[in-house]
């Protein structure tokens, strides 16, 4: 069992920057693909950012390139994720998500059937 605890979620005016991190337990950490979703109300759970096991390459939702970052450290069983320019539309509450296996491709990342392992999630708001 892998246990996620995110964080670092709140309120923000729009073009501010959060730093979100989740931190895993349970399991060898650089073993896990990690991803980042958001679920507004009303509205489905989407991806918005994965990273590979190793930390080498990432991927990204399209509406958040270029203004969100994905990172880990495997060594503090971690992994973040860096918002800036924030957009009213970004407001949604955050779930790190893990998977036991790699992915290697946006496909992989992207699908919430791919994780294995999900937080609780946290609030971002952002306000105009």
């Known amino acids: 069992q892998v246990q996620l605890v995110e964080s670092g979620g709140g309120l923000v005016q729009a073009g501010g920057s959060l730093r979100l991190s989740c931190a895993a337990s349970g399991r060898t950490f650089s073993e896990l693909a990690m991803g980042w979703f958001r679920q507004a109300p009303g509205k489905e759970r989407e991806f918005v950012a994965g990273?590979?096991?190793?930390?080498?390459?990432?991927y990204y939702l399209d509406s958040v390139k270029g203004r969100f970052t994905i990172s880990r450290d495997n060594a503090k069983n971690t992994v973040y994720l860096q918002m800036n320019r924030l957009k009213l539309e970004d407001t949604a509450v955050y779930y790190c998500?893990?998977?036991?296996?790699?992915?290697?491709?946006?496909?992989?990342?992207?699908?919430?059937?791919?994780?294995?392992?999900w937080g609780q999630g946290t609030q971002v708001t952002v306000s105009s």
């Open positions: 998500a893990a998977r036991q296996y790699y992915c290697i491709d946006y496909g992989c990342f992207s699908s919430r059937s791919k994780y294995d392992y």
């Open positions: 990273i590979t096991r190793s930390g080498g390459r990432t």
